[in-house]
Nanobody, 120 residues
Framework: QVRVQESGGGLVQPGGSLRLSCAAS????????MAWFRQAPGKQRELVAR???????TYADSVKGRFTIARDAVKRTVDLIMSNLQPEDTAVYYC??????????????WGQGTQVTVSS
């Protein structure tokens, strides 16, 4: 079993910055990618940023130039560094671990989420 734990959410004013952290632990064979998703009230969960073990990054258009995803492969952590936050960034942010097990079997693991609220 792989455990995923997020931290770092909170309340921030528009234009402010926030850093989210995520740590994977447990019975890890190999991590193919780690990512951040978010879900705002009444909306579907959407990909915010993703980073593979080969350091290939993907960002949602809405966060390009404002958010940065960074990982520590040894510590099995991934951070989401968010700047110039806007009210539309308000959501519950979830960390996702794309785990690759024996026989290259892939499975997703999720954290419980951390709330980010952007408001004056």
């Amino acid at each position: 079993q792989v455990r995923v734990q997020e931290s770092g959410g909170g309340l921030v004013q528009p234009g402010g910055s926030l850093r989210l952290s995520c740590a994977a632990s447990g019975s890890i064979v190999s991590i193919y990618a780690m990512a951040w998703f978010r879900q705002a009230p009444g909306k579907q969960r959407e990909l915010v940023a993703r980073l593979t073990s080969s350091d290939v990054s993907t960002y949602a258009d809405s966060v390009k130039g404002r958010f940065t995803i960074a990982r520590d492969a040894v510590k099995r952590t991934v951070d989401l560094i968010m700047s110039n936050l806007q009210p539309e960034d308000t959501a519950v942010y979830y960390c996702n671990v794309d785990h690759q097990g024996p026989g290259s079997l892939r499975k997703d693991y999720w954290g419980q989420g951390t709330q980010v609220t952007v408001s004056s």
